[in-house]
């Protein structure tokens, strides 16, 4: 079946410490793939877009990788601030549903000052 | 969420009584799309529209309805609400479809008893 796996288990980091979130997928080949931000009673905001071409896209703090033999992307928060705790979402395009997102059920970061 | 809202933000119905829940934009962007949101579960796409009565239906569109009869407005309905359907409802708008990022209104949290 076809999945996109986010650590279902929040993860605590120090503050001022790198954060690394994981977005895996089976069966899928994504020509995209985005991140969002969502923070609680709101919606999710979208943060990165990277492309199947794509290795690594930054921004700002922000870096997100994309290993399509893999399957798999990596999202990083480096000097990680309490104010970046929230639940980071990880979402894919699929041929097979007219290129519609198809979206993990989100990782919760939580960062300790 | 600068430009696209939802109403309400909060309902609670009987199991049985129709329902329906309204997006509205000010983007003027071409794409719209419900989901719900459930605990343990990615975002889940109900109904999308690409244009002016131009709607198609997502992965879990049973027991729901939309309509687009202008640019700015989307409109979902639950026909007949059942307690499955609680759940947390988005809209979102893009601009360009999965190449863009998406964004999102604030959500409407409803409760079918």
């Known amino acids: 079946s076809q999945k996109i796996e986010q650590n279902s288990e929040a993860l605590n980091i120090q503050e001022g410490k790198t954060a690394t979130l994981t977005c895996n997928y089976t069966n899928y080949s994504p020509a995209y793939l985005q991140w969002y931000r969502q923070d609680p009673g709101r919606g999710p905001v979208f943060l990165l877009l990277i492309r199947e071409n794509e290795k690594e896209k930054r921004k700002e703090r922000l870096k997100v990788t994309f290993d399509t033999t893999l399957k798999q992307s990596l999202f990083h928060i480096t000097a990680s601030q309490p104010a970046d705790s929230a639940t980071y979402l990880c979402?894919?395009?699929?041929?097979?549903?007219?290129?519609?997102?198809?979206w993990g059920a989100g990782t919760k970061l939580i960062i300790k000052p | 969420d600068a430009g696209i809202t939802q109403s309400p933000r909060h309902k609670v119905t009987e199991t049985g009584t129709p329902v329906t829940l309204r997006c509205h934009q000010t983007e003027n962007h071409r794409y719209m799309y419900w989901y719900r949101q459930d605990p343990g579960h990615g975002l889940r796409l109900i109904h999308y529209s690409y244009g002016v009565k131009d709607t198609d239906k997502g992965e879990v569109s049973d027991g729901y309805s939309v309509s687009r009869s202008k640019t700015e407005d989307f409109l979902l309905t639950l026909e007949s609400a059942t307690s499955s359907q609680t759940s947390v409802y988005f809209c979102?708008?893009?601009?360009?479809?999965?190449?863009?990022?998406?964004?999102f209104g604030s959500g409407t949290r409803l409760t079918v008893v």
């Open positions: 979102a708008i893009s601009e360009s479809g999965a190449e863009y990022g998406y964004t």
């Open positions: 979402a894919l395009d699929h041929v097979d549903s007219n290129y519609q997102l198809i």
